[in-house]
């Protein structure tokens, strides 16, 4: 998977490399009089070794492979089959805040290379490059961007940066935190070209961006552009208020986005991410779309008591419309849907022991959906980034590791629910983890269970989506390095009796009856480096 959450928490760190200096007298010192703090190197590195019952059937999918469980990517489950493979990452920041500006502006760049051992070698192309030999050209560009502060608690940042849905700096803000507040990622959870600005106060924030998702033809009204505005006020010691409103304009008809997939209402990228795909054919569309929402926190950071509360309400409209009509006895016979959806989340927390892992957590997440597709003219589910990107939301935060998203991946991204929209039928899920700190901030045990239900039934199957189990245990050597050994079952509902959706799309993958229940373990190494 492109994107990997845990980098974020660098840049709450301030330690820095030590760089040569360029006079001889200092090559017979072992530690230099002073660092070099305009300069900064971070980077995250994962090992994991995988073994599960999950495959994709398409040969072209060996490297990476995102999208929905049983969707448009051809993922599969087995008894037949095992899949075993060790996978690795190198996520690395380049920092640059010249002393000339003192520290008004800053010059920040990531990258991301990634491979499964053994996969290719001479070649060129992302996500491969352990092959023997290796010599692999594979680095991709995850974020290149400027910051810059011309006043007090003002931050203007330009280029491909981050577009997430919650109030906070990501450059600042611990990851954990990104995915407790806001919408939790939820609706926007990736990268992106823009301009954003935010204004940080001692008991308040804002911000507002512009971000081009895409722009086709440069000389034709064909783009995809989002426009936000966000803020959050402290309304006392524990809680917090915020709201925000986002908006949305598809000139592009379907046309660019991801590969041979697209991007859009209508594009086969529903089919992959599990979103709702608006059948509207091979024509041209416009939507606008408007999501508005509130969102909550208690003890967000839980420091001040046990208790940690958070949730939020969010509410998709617009319209859809083809620009081609036809009229047959008066009646336009278009194609066109108001868009109207609604999810809404409340998380609790409690805090036991003496450590942030001594907590038991319930999470609880709705989102409406839609029975009868387009035939009414109204579409009354949830849209997210994950119409436009792959992915462009990442819900990751519940504790699931299969029925919902995980952020311990490398190049294999397929929970069974991908988006909150369920593929436009909603959803209800509920999520338990309990976790515990056998040996204070050493070594972590944890136990999970979630569920989750369709609101409306698919022809053929039941409201049951699945239940699953996990756990895991890490074993902490010192800060920010660990090992960990994970382990999930999903035993799945009669929804997935379905074989496919309204709009063709497989809900089961085409097979008679329910698909084996997934299963999966891995072993990982963790080190946060700087």
Known sequence: MK????????????????????????FTKEIPQKANKEFQFLAFYINQAVISNIYPENDFLKGQVVGRLFGGNTTKTSNEYTS????????????????????????????????????????????????????Q????????????????????????????????????????????????????????????IRKDWDFARIKGGYYKLYENYIHLNDDVTLTEITGEKDISRNWKLGASAYYLRDRASGAGGVS????????????????????????????????????FGRNTEHWNDPWMVTGFVNVNLGMADTLTHQLV???????????????????????????????????????TGDGDGLKDGKYSGVITGNQWGAPGAIFVSSGSYLLMPHGNVVNRYTPAILDISNMGYGMTGLTLNGSHSLIPNRLNLKLGAAMAFSNVQPVGGGSLIGTEANAYIAYNF????????????????????????????????GIDGKPVNPWTTFLVYKWLMF
């Open 3 to 26: 994107k990997n959450l845990l980098i974020l928490s660098f840049f709450i760190l301030s330690h820095t490399l030590y760089s040569q200096l360029p006079s001889n007298q200092y």
């Open 478 to 509: 010192g800060p920010f390095m660990s090992l960990e050994l994970h382990g999930a079952h999903l035993w799945l509902g009669d929804f997935y009796k379905s074989k496919q959706n309204s709009y063709g799309s497989p809900v089961n993958g």
């Open 137 to 196: 050209v594979n680095l991709q560009t995850q974020n290149l961007e400027i910051e810059l502060n011309p006043a007090k608690g003002w931050f203007i940042n330009v280029g491909l940066q981050r577009i997430f849905d919650t109030p906070y700096n990501p450059y600042k803000t611990m990851f954990d935190k990104m995915t407790t507040t806001g919408y939790r990622l939820a609706y926007f959870g990736t990268d992106g070209v823009g301009i954003s």
């Open 84 to 135: 075993a493979y060790v996978e690795q990452r190198l996520i690395p920041f380049f920092i640059y805040q010249p002393n000339l500006f003192n520290g008004k502006a800053t010059l920040r760049a990531s990258f991301e290379l990634d491979w499964t051992w053994g996969d290719a070698a001479y070649g060129a192309g992302g996500n491969f490059g352990g092959g023997f030999s290796a010599d």
């Open 260 to 295: 041979i997939l697209s991007q859009g209402l209508n594009s086969l990228l529903a089919t992959h991410n599990g979103v709702y795909k608006f059948n509207f054919g091979n024509v041209p569309y416009k939507a606008d779309i408007v999501w508005l929402g509130t969102f």
């Open 329 to 367: 006895n008066d009646k336009d016979y278009s194609r066109a849907a108001n868009i109207f959806g609604l999810a809404a989340n409340l998380r609790a927390s409690y805090r036991y022991g003496q450590t942030t892992t001594d907590v038991v957590t319930l999470d609880a997440i709705y989102a």
